[in-house]
T-cell receptor, first 110, second 110 residues
Framework: LAKTTQPISMDSYEGQEVNITCSHNNIATNDYITWYQQFPSQGPRFIIQGYKTKVTNEVASLFIPADRKSSTLSLPRVSLSDTAVYYCLVGETTGNQFYFGTGTSLTVIP | NAGVTQTPKFQVLKTGQSMTLQCAQD?????MYWYRQDPGMGLRLIYY???????DKGEVPNGYNVSRLNKREFSLRLESAAPSQTSVYFC?????????FGPGTRLLVL
């Protein structure tokens, strides 16, 4: 079971780009990297997923270096509504156990 | 399309009482999961069901039982509740590498 390490918390001002890095040194060949966002009193919500290099969607980008031992979630021009906890997970399609860790609590400041 | 639904939203139990948390998904997903989340912590996997008719233990299964009633429904039972089971419980279903979470059940055991 691949475990992940993230910063406990981060602060950012509105309008800035935020980068949250996740370490996953024991990632396996078949593992994907997935990021979730969780607001208070809600279940986590899928943000983005990738296997290698760079993935971009309408809300975020995910950067994965060649060795895949870390990944960086990039949130462009954050707003107050991006204040949430962000979790990085690694896991494979055929597996069923996922390690959420404690996540990174992002606070966006006006 | 309601996604993943959970009942009840909130429950108070006395030590030793039993109860069943209900979860249903209408996305025709094979895999379903039960997690618990304690204050300030990430999600920990209790049990999962890779397909109808199968269930397996996760990271923290002690004190819980599950039933995969059919493809839609996956219930979690506490036979004899303990204060240590006070938590927020999330059910999820999965398609590919993406999990879809319900709104959670907040459980308080006195």
């Amino acid at each position: 079971l691949a475990k992940t390490t993230q910063p406990i918390s981060m602060d950012s001002y509105e309008g800035q780009e935020v980068n949250i890095t996740c370490s996953h040194n024991n990632i396996a060949t078949n593992d994907y990297i997935t990021w979730y966002q969780q607001f208070p009193s809600q279940g986590p919500r899928f943000i983005i997923q990738g296997y290698k290099t760079k993935v971009t969607n309408e809300v975020a980008s995910l950067f994965i270096p060649a060795d895949r031992k870390s990944s960086t979630l990039s949130l462009p021009r954050v707003s107050l509504s991006d204040t949430a906890v962000y979790y990085c997970l690694v896991g494979e399609t055929t597996g069923n156990q996922f390690y959420f860790g404690t996540g990174t609590s992002l606070t966006v400041i006006p | 399309n309601a996604g993943v639904t959970q009942t009840p939203k909130f429950q108070v139990l006395k030590t030793g009482q039993s109860m069943t948390l209900q979860c249903a998904q209408d996305m025709n997903h094979n895999s379903m999961y039960w997690y618990r989340q304690d204050p300030g912590m990430g999600l920990r996997l209790i049990y999962y069901s890779a397909s109808e008719g199968t269930t397996d233990k996760g990271e923290v299964p002690n004190g819980y039982n599950v039933s995969r009633l059919n493809k839609r429904e996956f219930s979690l039972r506490l036979e004899s509740a303990a204060p240590s089971q006070t938590s927020v419980y999330f059910c999820a279903s999965r398609y590919g590498e993406t999990q879809y979470f319900g709104p959670g059940t907040r459980l308080l055991v006195l």
